[in-house]
């Protein structure tokens, strides 16, 4: 948390939950220094940029491309902006992080952007790639962990990552059902849970391992 006092500034177009809440914990100073590491389409780092004065500086990190391309367009023209495309786990190795911070915000978890496009693969709700990787960079995609991964592996990401109740009866059904022909699809995964699903809580039990793929994914 930052050190001062809080400044008025303009609501996005887009709110961000809790928006105000963060702005106002924040306590921005009009020449300070912050870092939103999870920048997304911006809505958070509009509100900072907005409150802070012409000696404040705003840095910006991402891991997805799309997001730094959404930050390069709309702002890195003002030049209290500096922009790095990474996970914020290297914001350390950043020069411009290592001259000090007056605030930092990590808004964690998956965009709408990213919720939104089906080719993705983050999200249940629409057909498409079992991907869900956020950068290139990324190596492993959720369809090599779900045709690659051991059953005992399986149940670990089920159990840990997604809270999954059936976990090893998961696993044990994802590595029965690659052995007919590779799951790539996110329809095809949907089949295969839609036998565990408890009834009238299929869609936060579908969360729940897409969630577990989406962490070990990224």
């Not at 609501?11 to 961000?16: A, D, I």
């Amino acid at each position: 948390m930052a050190n001062g006092t809080s400044v008025p500034m303009q609501t996005p177009r887009h709110l961000p939950v809790m928006w105000k809440e963060v702005m106002d914990g924040l306590h921005l100073k009009p020449d300070g220094r912050y870092l939103d590491g999870t920048f997304g389409r911006g809505g958070h780092a509009r509100g900072l940029l907005d409150a802070l004065g012409p000696d404040g500086h705003l840095l910006l990190m991402d891991k997805d491309p799309e997001a730094i391309a959404h930050a390069r367009e709309h702002f890195t023209a003002d030049a209290r902006v500096a922009l790095y495309h990474g996970s914020f786990a290297e914001m350390a190795g950043w020069p411009e992080a290592q001259r000090g911070l007056d605030g930092v915000l990590f808004d964690l978890g998956v965009s709408s952007p990213q919720l939104d496009v089906a080719e993705r693969g983050f999200s249940f709700r629409q057909d498409g790639p079992l991907d869900m990787r956020m950068s290139e960079q990324a190596q492993t995609s959720a369809a090599q962990i779900l045709n690659e991964y051991e059953e005992e592996q399986l149940c670990h990401i089920f159990r840990r990552y997604g809270e999954v109740r059936p976990a090893q009866r998961l696993a044990r059904m994802v590595v029965s059902a690659r052995e007919d022909a590779p799951l790539q699809r996110i329809d095809e995964l949907k089949s295969l849970l839609e036998p565990l699903a408890p009834r009238f809580k299929e869609h936060k039990f579908y969360a729940q391992v897409f969630q577990a793929f989406r962490i070990e994914v990224n």
